[in-house]
């Protein structure tokens, strides 16, 4: 007599427990991670306590409207492209001598506008810029 048989079985491994405590470990994870988002930083814009500024015939000033538009010395610049700025900037820069450029951005304007700004002036050759500022006296006035 023979009780034990024929042990041809293999011996299997059950993965359904093991992929269900994996499962509920993912779901506790993801309900317990917060995820922080920086879609937009509160910034504080540089005042200056410096006298008010003098007229000097040597200054270009390129104004940056908070919808991107352009204007250059207080004449509308068509289009928002850099090539069109360089070159209107070019035309500012042969009326005078020994130039320097002047950006005067709103506070809401985008970063990127006034990068294309900077591209415009490395393009047309004119290496002195500086960014206006408001008066920190004007800039407690106006509620900042």
Known sequence: MNFRGDR???PEINLIPFIDV???????LMLSTTYSKF???????????????????????????????????????????????????????QQRQDPFLIISADATAAHQSVINVLDAARRAGLPRVTFAAQNSSAAAAGGQ
Do not use: C, H, W
Not at 53 to 61: T, V
Not at 66 to 91: C, F, H, N, P, T
């Open 22 to 28: 994996l499962l509920v470990i993912l779901i506790f």
């Open 8 to 10: 041809n079985d293999e």
């Open 39 to 93: 879609t937009e930083l509160q910034l504080t814009l540089p005042v200056s306590d410096a006298d008010q500024a003098r007229d000097r015939p040597s200054e270009i000033i390129v104004a940056v409207s908070a919808d991107g538009r352009y204007s250059i010395d207080k004449q509308a610049v068509e289009g928002r492209s850099v090539e069109l700025l360089a070159a209107a900037m070019r035309a500012a820069a």
